[in-house]
């Protein structure tokens, strides 16, 4: 690309002085400037600046660079930069990864609460492959949730609508619970049509022989436990041999309970991210399958 005279360059930010801080808690963007080496926010004149002369004939002579605009070198909303300056040597990796993972999740928490950007992975589990022995020193049970057992799912789940609880009953949802001295203690849904995504306000349609699970959760006492894993296996299981050729899921980045948990369970790597850009009025809802994967609402193909 040198040759034609092509020049490429990207441009990294921190926290930049925008219309969206003015949305965030000032809490969260005191901590978000604790962690900047010069101590403030960046100004959207400075990033126009450099912009600027980088789309300038002055620039000339730069190319396939990563131009940093993080108030300072280290590890800021998780983009790792040279270690440069006065400090003797930098952070552990440990401590860059905690404080970085901080930071990003801060941010993304800001972005997704001001509705601006939101996204999830999409995780795929092919339900071929053997399913992994896990098991709980609690003695629990996995069983489909009854209509009658509706209000036992309310105590466990009083934050709910019974309504809502009754319309995916009625729409052929199904819900997996775990119980516990005959107490729900973690249930999670799964659905064979079309599916609703309401953190994203959008929705996908797995095909004929795929199952999209959603809305789990587990009671506080017995959250790492390995009771969600007993009912994942459960859940798998019965999609298998029901004659289903894999199970979706979409998780946010920033939860890493479950993504542990389904590494343990086996997921296969992620096919993709879904999410939106909005503002105001304005989405753009966008699905992003990495190359080789089979995006949800194919099916299968018999050979």
């Known amino acids: 690309m040198c040759a034609r005279g092509i020049l490429v360059h990207a441009i990294a930010p921190a926290v930049i002085g925008t ?18 080496p010069m101590g403030r ?14 789309a300038s004939d002055d620039c000339s002579f ?35 990864g905690q404080s970085g993972g901080m930071i990003e999740r801060l941010w993304f928490g800001a972005l997704a609460r001001a509705r601006i950007y939101r996204r999830l992975i999409l995780r795929e589990r092919p339900l071929s492959q053997p399913f992994p022995d896990l098991s709980v020193h609690t003695p629990v049970s996995v069983s489909l949730l009854a209509a009658g057992e509706i209000d036992a799912y309310m105590t466990f789940r009083p934050d709910q609508s019974i309504d809502e609880v009754r319309s995916r009953l009625d729409e052929g949802q199904q819900c997996f619970a775990v119980w516990q001295d005959r107490r729900i203690v973690h249930a999670a849904w799964a659905v064979t049509g079309r599916a609703r995504i309401e953190y994203l306000s959008t929705e996908i349609t797995p095909a004929p022989d795929e199952a999209y699970w959603h809305d789990v959760f587990t009671a506080p006492a017995f959250r790492g436990r390995g009771v969600a894993g007993v009912r994942m296996v459960e859940m ?12 979706l899921g979409a998780i946010l980045p920033e939860n890493r309970s479950s993504l542990r948990l389904d590494d343990k369970a086996g997921w296969a790597r992620p096919i993709g ?27 299968g193909l018999e050979p």
């Not at 991210?273 to 099916?299: K, M, N, Q, T």
């Open 236 to 247: 798998m299981r019965c999609f298998r041999d029901r004659g289903y050729r894999r199970m």
């Open 273 to 299: 991210l879904i999410g939106y850009v909005g503002l105001g009025p304005w989405r753009h809802v966008f699905c992003r399958i990495e190359r080789g994967a089979s995006p949800p609402g194919r099916a």
């Open 62 to 96: 730069t190319t396939g660079a990563v131009h940093d605009l993080s108030g300072g070198p280290g590890h800021v909303l998780g983009l790792a930069g040279p270690w440069r300056g006065a400090e003797p040597e930098p952070p552990s990796r440990n401590d860059r």
């Open 41 to 54: 926010v960046g100004r959207p004149e400075e990033v126009a600046a450099l912009v600027a002369w980088l």
């Open 19 to 36: 219309e969206l801080l003015q949305q965030m808690e000032k809490s969260t963007v005191d901590l978000l400037v604790s962690k900047i």
